[in-house]
């Protein structure tokens, strides 16, 4: 069994930056692919960005350039470091382990 907790959501204004972060505990050697995905009110959830075990990366088109995933697996974290937020971007972001496990979501809010 995993269990996921995200961390580091808040209130930023737009152009600033956030950085999310995920902590994984439990049956992390059976994870393939961690993930980030967003829901905003009244939309479906979201891809934002997904990586494998060894590193590859997969961006939805609206955050590529500006969001970067990145794990640490020493210390059982991911991470989204996320640059240029726009209000767009404003939604809660969940943390999941192969699309079976989600964390509790952190909420954004990129507002003046």
């Known amino acids: 069994q995993v269990q996921l907790v995200e961390s580091g959501g808040g209130l930023v204004q737009p152009g600033g930056s956030l950085r999310l972060s995920c902590a994984a505990s439990?049956?992390?050697?059976?994870?393939?692919?961690m993930g980030w995905y967003r829901q905003a009110p009244g939309k479906e959830r979201e891809l934002v960005a997904t990586?494998?075990?060894?590193?590859?990366?997969n961006y939805a088109d609206s955050v590529k350039g500006r969001f970067t995933i990145s794990g640490d697996n020493a210390k059982n974290l991911m991470y989204l470091q996320m640059n240029s937020l726009k209000s767009e971007d404003a939604a809660v972001y969940y943390c999941?382990?192969?699309?079976?496990?989600w964390g509790q979501g952190t909420l954004v809010t990129v507002s003046s």
């Open positions: 990586i494998t075990g060894g590193g590859l990366t």
């Open positions: 999941t382990a192969d699309l079976v496990v």
């Open positions: 439990g049956s992390i050697s059976r994870i393939n692919v």
